[in-house]
Structures are given as structure tokens and as C-alpha cells.
């Protein structure tokens, strides 16, 4: 046995004087019937008659006394080491089942307390709860364990009997468990690291949300179309169903969801994000992935940002009229326009595809379309079907997967075999519609983990090397 390790001895079992002290008094009750009987006996006529009575009231002395240790039992309780012992998963040791709940309560004394208690009689676990303040009121954001019998109608009904109002609440997962803390400061970390994660953050910190991001030139009419719209939060007013944020160089940024209005600590927390992201500035992570082709070239594949606006000029010049209009669906003349707008850090990811010398021949790009993620794919024309596009589409793919996006869509034509074909060889599960006469490929991205034999099977081979300075 090991010295360091307690014994738990056994408890020893208490006495109890009040059990003493009941059968002392009904041995003295005993004794003095017994010689009352044996006076009233010898010197009586109603000895008989005595003797009938004191046996009755001995009978209901000890029927008294079986029932009073019943009623009152004074056996120890077990012991209670803390091993072995598990808390019950639901009434009855039943299954159970996560939601999130957000209602409004009364800004008084034992609104909150109440709430728990209506919540406890229909035996809901409560695993975490945040306030939210305002002006009137106050929002409390649950994370609830109940029986997986128990509806979402039951429990709301039991809120508003409880004084709670506005209710939302949907099923949530282990996810949904992380200490909130914790939480920002890893979307944080992420931000951080990579400006392109600041959508992704902003809407992971603020639940099933649609994140757009409205560039400085058009900003002002953003501006006036919201001016004085309801459910529009930008720091000031009560809740709204719709967050704005102002970016340093003048972009806005909103939030949007259909029926959770914003709460100003919400507000708080997503503007702390942005004002992070100004605060590190403009950034990009280092490396590069070296990738030989089926020809033998050799391609590096790199994030790219503002910092390649010029060359991805020089791109579109190089590019032929009908490359252009296949990748932009629009006029040539408006492709310049685009640019700024992809290359951008808070609309997605970026990647430039360079040869050997250094020069930029192709570019792809991941962008954040609200709650959809979109890939997109522009190669010079001399070096089309040479297998850079599919290399750019693999690693946007895998950038996706990443981040936790469901799927990912291309918007192309019918005719741009190349991009149908880069599609098809993602090996992932693909749904084709037409929509105004352009064709849209999906990719369901479940289960899907970057495919790093690729590159092998299509002839090619990959390495690493630093970024370019």
C-alpha cells in the first residue's frame, strides 16, 4: 500500500440519546405498573381487571416505540469518498440534450433566481450563463443540459412563466461549452496571425450570423440607406438584428442575423476584434509551397495581399479578353475595378502562383460570401492547363476546410472546361445548377482533409521554401 495514499476508515455510528432515553423511560413505566399490578393484586378486589389493562398498555408502549424508530431512523449516512460517483445525465439517468437560450429577464432582485428554479423543476442543468445589460432588462445567454424528452416549446413556456421574455433558443453542441473567455482570445489569436480570419471570427464570436464588408468608396451610401433604418446597431440605440462596425480606412463591416437582435456587450466585443486587427496592420503569414508540374516547371504558390496590386495589373494585361470575361462575368474595362476588393485582407484569402523568376501568373481566391465561401481562379493564358489552377484550387480548398466552412462554390460557364475539370478533380462530392445562365459548382466539404498524394498522382511534386520578402 502506498504510505501517501488516505485510508477512509469507517465512520463509527454515532449514539443517539433520544432512543436511550425512550427505552429508559418505558423500563421505569414497566417496573412501576408491574408493582402498582402486584399491590393492587395482593390487596385488591380488581386484581383481574388490572392485569388485563397493564397489558394493554405495555402492547401500546412498544407499538409506540417500533413506530417512533421508524419515523425517526438515525442510521448514518453512507460515506461519501468522491469516487465512483457521477452526475445523472438526465431524469431517471436518461439521455440528454444541449441548447442555447437567450431570454430577457426584469432588472430586479429575484428575476434571476426565479428563472433557475423553474428551470431546476423540469431538471435542466444549467453549464454556463452570460448577462448582457441594457437599458431595460437584461438578456441572459444559457448553456442548458435537459432531458432529451423535453421540448424546446416546454422550455420556453416554462421561461415565460418564470417572467422571461423574448426567448430564443436552438440545439448546441460540445462547442458551444467553451469557457467564452477562452474563446475570444483564441478568435483573437487567429486574427492576429491572419488579417483574411477576421469574418470568419467575427461571425464565430457572434453565433449563425451573415458577415459582409462594404468598401470605403461605397460606404457613405451603406450609410444613408441605413440611416435611420430600424434593427441597425452601431453602438448607439438599443439592440438590432443588424451590426455595424466602421474600419479604420473607412470600410464597413456588418453583422447580420434575422431574429437575435445584437446586444451592446456584443457590440463591444466585435469592435475590441477590429480595433486589434488595426492595430497589427497590414500582414500576411510567411511561407510558400514550391510545386513542379506535370511539364516540369516549377510554380510557388504564396498568400497574397494589397501589397500585389500592381502586378495583378500587369496579370490582367496579359490576359486575354475572353479570360478576363471568364473570370470576372462582366465587362473587360471593370476588371482593374475588382482588385482592390479581392486582395483585400477582410474579404478572404488570396493566393498568387509565381514561376520561377518571381513572376505572377495566376491568382485564386477564397472569399467570404456571408454565410458561403466562394473560390474563384484567373490564369494567365499561356500558362492554362499546365495544372496551376488545379494546384491554386487544392490549397483554396484545403484553406476552406480549415476554416470550417461546409462547402465551397465556383460561379463559371459551361464552356470553361478547364475550371469544370479543376472542379471535378477535388475528388469531393459536387452539385451543378444553372442560375441566369451561369453555371454554379458546389463542393460539400465534409470529411474532407487536404489531399497532400495530389500532387503525385497528377504528376507532380511538392516542396516548401521561405516567402518572398
Known amino acids: 500500500m502506498n504510505p501517501e495514499t488516505p485510508v477512509h476508515k469507517a465512520a463509527p455510528r454515532p449514539r443517539h440519546w433520544r432512543r436511550e432515553l425512550v427505552e429508559l423511560a418505558a423500563l421505569f413505566t414497566a417496573v412501576a405498573v408491574a408493582d402498582a399490578v402486584a399491590n393492587t393484586v395482593a390487596h385488591g378486589p380488581g386484581g383481574p381487571e388490572l392485569l388485563v389493562t397493564s397489558a394493554v398498555l405495555l402492547a401500546a408502549t412498544a407499538g409506540f416505540h417500533v413506530w417512533w424508530s421508524r419515523r425517526h431512523g438515525h442510521a448514518p449516512p453512507p460515506l461519501d469518498t468522491g469516487a465512483g460517483t457521477e452526475p445523472a445525465t438526465g431524469e431517471g439517468g436518461g439521455a440528454t440534450a444541449l441548447w442555447r437560450m437567450r431570454t430577457t429577464v426584469r432588472d430586479e432582485p429575484g428575476s434571476l433566481a426565479a428563472l433557475c428554479g423553474a428551470l431546476a423543476r423540469h431538471r435542466v442543468d444549467i453549464l454556463s450563463l452570460q448577462t448582457h445589460p441594457l437599458a431595460e432588462g437584461t438578456v441572459d445567454e444559457f448553456s442548458l443540459r435537459a432531458p432529451a424528452g423535453l421540448e424546446a416549446a416546454a422550455l420556453t413556456r416554462a421561461v415565460a412563466a418564470a417572467g422571461g421574455s423574448g426567448t430564443w433558443i436552438e440545439r448546441a453542441d460540445a462547442h458551444d461549452l467553451v469557457d467564452p473567455p477562452a474563446r475570444i482570445l483564441h478568435l483573437a489569436t487567429r486574427t492576429a496571425l491572419d488579417p483574411a480570419e477576421l469574418p470568419r471570427a467575427l461571425r464565430e464570436l457572434l453565433g449563425r450570423c451573415a458577415i459582409r464588408s462594404l468598401p470605403a468608396r461605397r460606404a457613405g451610401e451603406g450609410a444613408e440607406a441605413a440611416e435611420g433604418a430600424e434593427g441597425v446597431h452601431d453602438g448607439e440605440g438599443g439592440p438590432g438584428t443588424v451590426l455595424r462596425l466602421h474600419t479604420p480606412e473607412g470600410d464597413v463591416v456588418t453583422a447580420e442575423r434575422p431574429h437575435l437582435p445584437f446586444t451592446p456587450t456584443e457590440f463591444a466585443r466585435a469592435r475590441a476584434l477590429l480595433a486589434l486587427d488595426a492595430r497589427l496592420g497590414p500582414r500576411l503569414p510567411g511561407g510558400a509551397e514550391v510545386y513542379t508540374l506535370p511539364r516540369g516547371e516549377a510554380v510557388s504558390v504564396e498568400r497574397a495581399g494589397q501589397g500585389e496590386l500592381e502586378e495583378a495589373k500587369e496579370l490582367h494585361a496579359r490576359c486575354s479578353p475572353a479570360t478576363l470575361a471568364r473570370r470576372y462575368h462582366g465587362p473587360v474595362r471593370d476588371a482593374d475595378r475588382y482588385l482592390a476588393h479581392l486582395l483585400g485582407p477582410r474579404h478572404g484569402r488570396t493566393l498568387a502562383a509565381r514561376t520561377a523568376s518571381g513572376r505572377l501568373v495566376a491568382l485564386g481566391h477564397l472569399l467570404w460570401d456571408g454565410e458561403e465561401t466562394e473560390v474563384a481562379l484567373l490564369v494567365e493564358d499561356a500558362w492554362q492547363r499546365k495544372g496551376v489552377g488545379s494546384r491554386l484550387l487544392e490549397r483554396l480548398v484545403a484553406m476552406a476546410a480549415e476554416a470550417g466552412a461546409d462547402s465551397v462554390y465556383a460561379v463559371t460557364q459551361a464552356a470553361n472546361t478547364g475550371m469544370v475539370a479543376a472542379m471535378r478533380g477535388l475528388g469531393l462530392p459536387l452539385d451543378y445548377r444553372i442560375e441566369e445562365g451561369t453555371l454554379v459548382i458546389t463542393a460539400r466539404l465534409a ?23
Open 447 to 469: 470529411g474532407h482533409e487536404p489531399d497532400t498524394t495530389g500532387h503525385a498522382r497528377a504528376g507532380g511534386t511538392v516542396g516548401e521554401r521561405p516567402a518572398r520578402g
